[in-house]
C-alpha cells in the first residue's frame, strides 16, 4: 500500500493539470471573496455574507468542488484516457490497492486545498472588513467544515464516475449536467400539482442534499418548491451515500472487468 | 520459465484465445507470432491478469499477482504509447519506480540505455513511434526484470533501430532471461528468435524451434526452364509431381527432387537451361502455416481491380489474398 501511495502522489504531481486545476480554483475564489468583500465594506458582517467569502461563492457557484472533482476524474480518467491503466497495474497488480492509493491521495489533496482556499478567503475577507469574523460560534463553527467535506465528497465522487465510465467525457457530462438538469427538473417537475408525489424525494436529491453541508440559513424555497431538508450532517449523509454507491459499482467492475 | 496452460478467453461469442499452452523458456528469445488478429495481444493481457478468462500462468512457479513488486521481475509492455502526452519521460519512469520500491536514478538508467536521455525531460506527446517504443521498452526494464514480454516492440523502429532491439534482446536472453516477443512480420522475428509459439486464430499452429517450423510448414520446391516445358511437365505430373508456371519465367516443380528431373530430363533427350532448388523461407513457411487461419482476408488487389473495371460493382466475395 504505501509503495501504492507513494506511485499515486508521484502521479499527481508530475500532472501540469494537478497545478491549473488547484491555482485557478483558488484564484477565482480569492476574486469572488474580494469583490464581494469590498462590496460590503460597510455592512454589517452576517453569517451568509462571511460564508460566501470563506467558499467564494460556494453556495451559488461551486468552483473549488467542481475543480476537485475533475482532479478526482484526471486520476482515473487519465488512465483509461492515455492507456496507462496497464503499465499501472503491471506495477501494481492489486486493483484494490491502486483505487484505494487514488482515493486516499484524491482525498487529501482536497482537503488541503478547501483549507487553504478558506484561510486565503479569510484573509481576503478580514483585509477589506478590517475585523477578523468569528468562526467558533453557530453555524459557522458547523458550516466551514461542512464546506471542506462537501469538497472531498465532489473529489471522491470525481473518481467514482471516472471509474465507473472509464473515461473523462462521460464523467464529466454527468458531473456538471446532473445537479443543474436533472435536479432541476425533478425539482420543477414536483412543483405541477399532479405531480406533487415527487415532493418527499427532493431531500434526496444527492447534489441539492450536498450543497446544505455549508448552509447558515434554513433551505428557503425562494419561489421553488417548499420542503424540508434534512439537517446539515443528514444531507452530507445522503450525498455521501450517493458518492459511495456509485464507487462501489465502479469498485466492483473495476475488478471484475478487463483493464 | 513462464508456463502458461489452458489460455483461453471469449469475447461474446467469439472466442479470441483457444486453450494455449506454451512454455518460454530462458536463455532464448521466443517469438511469438500469428496473423493480425490472431490471440497475441489478447494471450499477453492474460498471462498478465489484465484480462479475465480460463487458464493459468507460472512465472518461475507463481502467478503474476502473486508477486510483491512485480516489474522487478517481468518487464512487460502492451501498447507503444501508454503514457500521459504531457508527463515528461523521466517523471513517467519516476512514477512507476516509486511503486515498485525502486531507486529514482534507475529511470535515468534505463533512459540512457535506450537512448532516450536527450528528451528525457520532453513531454511525450511529440515522441514518434519509434521513440514511444523505447519509452515501452525502458520501462519494461526498469525493474531489470528476469522475463521481458513485448508485445510488437520492432513496430515502428526503422531498420537500424530493429537492429538494435535484436542485438538487444538476444543479449538480455543471453543472461538467462525469458524473452518472450510477438509480431505478426516473420521477417523481423526471423532475426530475433530461436523458438516459435505461432498461433492462428487464437489456436496453437507450432511450438518449437525455428528451423523445425521451416522443415515443417514448407515444401521444397525446383524451380526448371526448359524449351520443351509443355512435355516436362506431362511426365512429372504423371509421377504425382505438382507442376505450377512460375511467374518471373520456367516451372516450379514441387514433389520432386532435382535429381529426380534431372534423369527424366535425360532420359526423354530434354533440354534443360535451368534447374534450382529454392529453399524456403521462414516467410514461405509462415504464410503456409497461418494461411488457413488469417482472420482478417483482404480482397486479392488484382481481382478487385478486375471487377471495378468490369465495372459490375458486384461485392466481390472471393477472399483470395491468402492462398
Ligand atoms: N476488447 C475486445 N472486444 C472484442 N473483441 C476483441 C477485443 N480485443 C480483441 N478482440 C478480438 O480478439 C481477437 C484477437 O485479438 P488480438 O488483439 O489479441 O490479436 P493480435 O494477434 O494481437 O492481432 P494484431 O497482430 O493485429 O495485434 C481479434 O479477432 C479481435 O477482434
Ligand atoms: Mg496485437
Redesign the interface.
Known sequence: MI??L??E???IR???STYWLIGLGLLITAGIAGIVAIASSDEPLDDTLIMTVLTGGGEFATFIPIFMAIIGIFAVG?EYR?????????????RSTVLLSKIVIVLFTSAVVAIVSVAINFGVGTLFWGEAPDLTASPLNEAVPGYIVMVMIYSLLGIALAQLFRGIPAALVILLITPLLVEGLIAGLSMVPALDWLQPILKFLPFGAGQRLLAVTPYDPQGGPEFDYLDRWASGGVFAAFTVILLAVAWYLFK???? | MITAEGLRKRYGSKVAVDDLSFNVRPGVVTGFLGPNGAGKSTTM?LM?????GEGETRFDGRR??E?R???TE?G?V??A????????AR??L???A????LPKKRADEVLEFVGLTEVRNKKPKGFSLGMAQRLGLA?ALLGDPNTLILDEPANGLDPHGIHWLRDMLKALAAEGRCVLVSSHLLSEMSLMADELVVIGRGQMIFNGDVDEFVKKFTQTTVLVKSPSATQLTETLQQMGAEVEPNPEGGLLVSGADASVIGEIAHRDGIILHELATQSASLEDAFISATGASEEYVAHDVREEAASLVDGQGAHNETAGGAA
Open positions: 509503495d501504492a507513494r506511485f502522489s508521484t502521479r508530475t500532472l501540469r487519465h492515455h492507456g496507462t491503466i496497464q503499465p499501472t497495474l503491471l506495477a501494481i497488480p492489486q471484475k472487468r478487463d483493464a | 493481457r498478465l491478469d489484465l484480462d479475465n503474476f499477482a508477486i513488486h512485480p516489474m517481468i512487460a502492451l501498447e504509447k501508454s503514457f500521459h502526452p504531457t508527463r515528461t517523471n513517467h519516476r512514477m512507476l516509486a511503486g515498485s520500491r520501462q
